[in-house]
């Protein structure tokens, strides 16, 4: 695999290389730990745990992935929150924490997604283990994660959203996958430099939608994809209540939620379309 290089971050404080420059992130996510991806140990499914028998080992684990996301979180800014894997540091077993945006901690050990459901989408993800770059991946926004408690109970989680997109890709490094692996055939990840998204968080509005770029309307839906956008395509977030259509003009972050009537929304996209929206 190419030198690719999750989460979202700016660096903070990067080591300079041996010439003088900046390190990359992957130079930097190295030095902190971080397994990177022309390890083959990536490309292992992790061993499960016996649990409970295996409980202290259980924690053992945790302790360094909690140790490990410690070191990077000082190094990079993670608006979207951020995950690690066993393997990410060199630990053959099937464990990983996510830390959500929120600041929640979510500890999984033996994980599995047994069901998806829900609408899906496409948004950029990185990767501790490949971090020069990042990725348009498609997940759903709802994923349903069975797991193993401690005390050696299973459970069945059910995630949504930007914490799903989180989750799954921990799910993936304890598998044996990388994200490059979802992605759809023909598109590559960009070099992070390219990357507009740094310090933010997903995008989905109130209402659990992705937020839709707006181009054309066909039977009430309207879709384009990430290279429209890239584009310049008017990216508007949608949300609908009986009789009503809520908008939202995400270019002006400044800006609030506009609330119309539906005869008024056709005029809304047009507007849209023809590149008169404030």
């Keep these: 695999m190419s030198r690719f290089a999750f989460e979202l971050g700016n660096s903070r404080g ?4 041996n010439d003088g420059l900046p390190a990359l992130p992957s130079e930097t996510m190295a030095a ?19 649990l409970p028998v295996e409980a202290d080992d259980a924690h053992r684990v945790v302790i360094e992935l909690n140790a490990a996301a410690e070191r990077v979180a ?10 690690i894997a066993a393997p990410q540091i060199a630990i053959d077993r099937a464990a990983a924490i996510v830390r959500t945006p929120d600041g929640e901690s979510i500890t999984l050990f033996n994980p599995r997604i047994i069901e998806s459901g829900g609408e899906s989408d496409e948004q950029y993800e990185g990767c501790l283990s490949f971090f020069d770059v990042r990725g348009q991946v498609p997940r759903s926004h709802t994923i349903h994660v069975e797991h193993t408690v401690i005390d050696g109970t299973t459970k069945i989680t059910v995630f949504k959203h930007g914490i799903a997109r989180l989750v799954a890709h921990e799910i993936d490094h304890l598998h044996g996958h990388l994200y490059t692996d979802r992605m759809r055939e023909g598109i590559e990840p960009i070099p992070v430099e390219q990357y507009r998204g740094t310090g933010t968080n997903w995008k989905y509005s109130r209402a659990g939608r992705l937020i839709a770029h707006s181009d054309h309307l066909s039977n009430g839906t ?20 009986p009789g009503l259509v809520g908008i939202r003009d995400t270019k002006n972050r400044d800006g609030g939620t506009l609330v119309v009537g539906r005869a008024a929304f056709g005029a809304f996209l047009t507007a849209v379309k023809t590149n008169r929206l404030g």
Aim: aromatic share 4%; with cysteine; net charge neutral.
């Design 222 to 241: 309207h879709r384009v994809d990430g290279d429209q956008a890239e584009r310049g395509a008017n990216c508007v977030e949608i949300g609908q209540a």
């Design 32 to 50: 902190l730990g971080i397994v990177q991806d022309t390890d083959p140990r990536l490309r292992r499914s992790a061993r499960a745990f016996d």
């Design 14 to 17: 990067c080591t300079p290389a």
């Design 74 to 83: 000082q190094a990079h800014n993670f608006g979207k929150g951020m995950g």
